[in-house]
């Protein structure tokens, strides 16, 4: 019966030490995903979509029509830039966040950037990758055949 007694206590102790241990990594994991969420929230984001520019062969000059979309947690005046060609898309005035329709037009990929208006710092970052169904042939195709 003393035995028993004993036994049952270790059981217990051992139950409670890794409720203990449970409690404290779920707390733990609570505190980190919280102070994540805090350093996500002080971030501009840039996104576009789609994605990616397909052109039918390597070379070639793909079209699309892409959604740019971004936001910042400060107002303040904006600018979204091709880093490629260095030039400014378009810039907002006293905003937080914005949309832009774009017509996509390169043989190249392309990156772009949000920035504070006539400032040369990134403050978020998108890219349009060209990609391309078939490689370009690099012999001329023949117009005649011989057999």
Not at 52 to 62: F, N, P, T, Y
């Amino acid at each position: 019966m003393l035995t028993l007694l004993r036994i049952t206590k270790i059981k217990l102790s051992l139950l409670l030490g890794s409720l203990i241990s449970t409690l404290c990594l779920i707390m733990a994991s609570n505190v980190y995903a919280s102070s994540v969420d805090a350093d996500t929230s002080n971030v501009a984001h840039l996104e576009v979509s789609p994605e990616q520019c397909i052109a039918l062969r390597k070379g070639q000059k793909c079209y699309l029509e892409v959604t740019f979309s971004w936001r910042h947690p400060q107002v303040s005046d904006y600018c979204l830039v091709n880093i490629t060609t260095n030039k400014t898309i378009k810039c907002w005035n006293h905003q937080a966040k914005g949309e832009l329709n774009f017509d996509f037009q390169s043989t190249l990929s392309h990156d772009f950037a949000l920035r504070v208006k006539g400032a040369t710092v990134d403050l978020a970052h998108a890219r349009i990758p060209v990609a391309w169904v078939y490689k370009s042939s690099k012999r001329a195709k023949s117009t005649w055949r011989l057999f």
